[in-house]
């Protein structure tokens, strides 16, 4: 295992030394999506982010569990307490039921994630599969007295909580009633909303019984009840809490890393701190990791704003989906990143490159060991995942021509474990049939020593856009 990986925590605004909770192993978190429409390619350079930061993880040895919710009720217009359920307004819009939107939906993510290599959490849990579990743990915090009623649910008091914005460090005014604002019959401005109630019972498509009636769970608590329940403390009003293997290490946290886009530090990963802090009286998490947002002309975007493609869009413009993935890793996840086309076509010139070159890569040819460059990408990967400095590592290995062919692809492939750009895999391209008797005339030519006619053929076959690599008993045909 390695120990020197470092991350950036939003918590402390440090970059610190990775510590598991539990030795050689990570459990993770990590906000997933709303499936009430297409996601666009900002949504996937999120999902990138995570990705790349469980490849780390694996890679420096550590054994990851990752759970990603599917948020599928709850998530309003506008992320606060006020608006239409994004998941009911698209059924109405669509005249289908909320839960075929939510699985068509989701479908969607998971095609996408297919094509940009982002490994599938090992657990995905819905929100509308865990009601129960909500409701346990707004009971919880009911019974500790962090609750109140109003006429339109259940709400969470902040002023409850010591700490309540240490993660987006919100200044304590910016927490109680200001005269200026109407807050209806909230007591606090940052209080919000774990059970609401339905308007009048029987009109949404997802409600649910509960003990304070018709309604449904707020965005913020699918995320600490779930998140408990898969990876940490689980809440039973009951007996408080089920006993779990890390409650009985004693430790203090009950989530080693938890993600996010930095639209999500507030609200919602607040409430979830309060939430989660304010039930077990525990640190919640102990890294928060959140990536910048992709903008367009520095403007950001968003699913309600509109304006970004999709997966599917830029494919049919001709950039396959790993150009996009390629194009991510050229900025850090902490840094935004201006999207264009422009930069899209520079990436794709780019990543067509990298793999030309590696396509030329000659596995005979002799030299030195390549690990010199293992060891540059290990450095930067565990420099809070530096993926500009990572390539720029795999850059310098491809034009170093003193390491022997060898090295140079098994590094490649080592690199690629995180990278996840397909690097040593080859497009199926049929070979033109003419292009395969010149190489046999080539061959030939060769056997028989005529090596100036072996050469002529080998320009021909190169001027159409082939190479033709020699093997002991034989010969090779690849595109360029
Ligand atoms: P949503 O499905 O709208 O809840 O968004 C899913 C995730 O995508 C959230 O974690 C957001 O932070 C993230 N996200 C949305 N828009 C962008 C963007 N333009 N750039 C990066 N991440 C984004
Ligand atoms: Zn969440």
Not at 5 to 19: D, G, H, P, S, V
Not at 175 to 202: C, H, M, Q
Request: charged letters at 30%; hydrophobic letters at 35%; proline letters at 2%.
């Amino acid at each position: 295992m390695n120990m020197a990986l470092k991350l950036y925590n939003t918590l402390t605004r440090k970059k610190e030394a990775f510590k598991p909770i539990k030795k050689g192993e990570v459990g993770m978190y990590e906000c997933g999506p709303t499936v009430y429409s297409y996601p666009h390619i900002g949504n996937m350079l999120r999902y990138i982010f995570g990705d790349i930061l469980t490849r780390v993880l694996i890679y420096d040895g550590y054994k990851v569990k990752r759970v990603m919710n599917v948020t599928d009720v709850g998530h309003l217009t506008g992320d606060s307490d006020e608006g239409t359920d994004k998941m009911e307004g698209a059924a109405a819009k669509e005249g289908k039921k909320a839960s075929d939107i939510a699985n068509f939906y989701w479908k969607a993510f998971k095609e996408d994630f297919s094509k940009l290599n982002i490994t599938s959490p090992n657990i995905w849990c819905k929100a509308t599969e865990h009601i129960k579990e909500q409701i346990e743990l707004i009971k919880v915090l009911e019974k500790k007295g962090f609750t109140y009623s109003t006429s339109d649910g259940i709400y969470f008091d902040t002023s409850k909580l010591k700490d309540y914005g240490k993660l987006s460090l919100l200044n304590k005014e910016n927490i109680k009633a200001g005269a200026r604002v109407d807050l209806g019959d909230k007591r606090n401005k940052t209080d919000f909303v774990l059970w609401k109630y339905s308007e009048e019972p029987g009109v949404r498509q997802q409600e649910w019984p509960s003990p304070w009636g018709i309604g449904f769970p707020g965005w913020h608590i699918e995320c600490s009840a779930m998140s408990s329940k898969y990876l940490g403390e689980h809440f039973d009003s009951e007996n408080k809490f089920s006993d779990s293997t890390i409650a009985k290490n004693k430790k203090q946290a009950i989530i080693d890393i938890h993600t996010g886009g930095i639209d999500n530090m507030f609200p919602h990963h607040e409430n979830e701190i309060a939430q989660s802090e304010a039930a077990t009286g525990k640190k919640f998490v102990n890294y928060w990791l959140h990536n910048n947002f992709l903008s367009v002309k520095g403007e950001k975007v968003s699913k309600s704003k509109g304006g970004l493609y999709t997966i599917s869009e830029l494919e049919n413009l001709g950039y396959p989906a790993l150009v996009y993935r390629y194009m991510c890793l050229l900025a850090h996840y902490r840094s935004s990143l201006d999207f264009s086309l422009d930069l899209l076509n520079a990436a794709k010139n780019g990543y067509e490159g990298l793999k030309n070159k590696i396509k030329l890569i000659d596995d005979k040819s002799v030299g030195k060991d390549a690990s010199s460059y293992l060891d540059d990408f290990q450095k930067a990967i565990d420099d809070d995942l530096n993926m500009p400095l990572a390539l720029q590592a795999l850059q310098a290995l491809l034009k170093d021509d003193k390491v022997s062919g060898k090295s140079k692809l098994e590094v490649v492939k080592k690199m690629d474990e995180v990278f996840a750009l397909d690097l040593l895999k080859e497009e199926k391209i049929e070979i033109p049939a003419e292009i395969k008797k010149l190489a046999e005339e080539r061959w030939k030519a060769k056997k028989n020593k005529d090596f100036k006619k072996a050469d002529e053929i080998r320009d021909k076959i190169n001027k159409q856009g082939f190479v033709i690599n020699d093997k002991l008993d034989g010969f090779e045909l690849k595109k360029i």
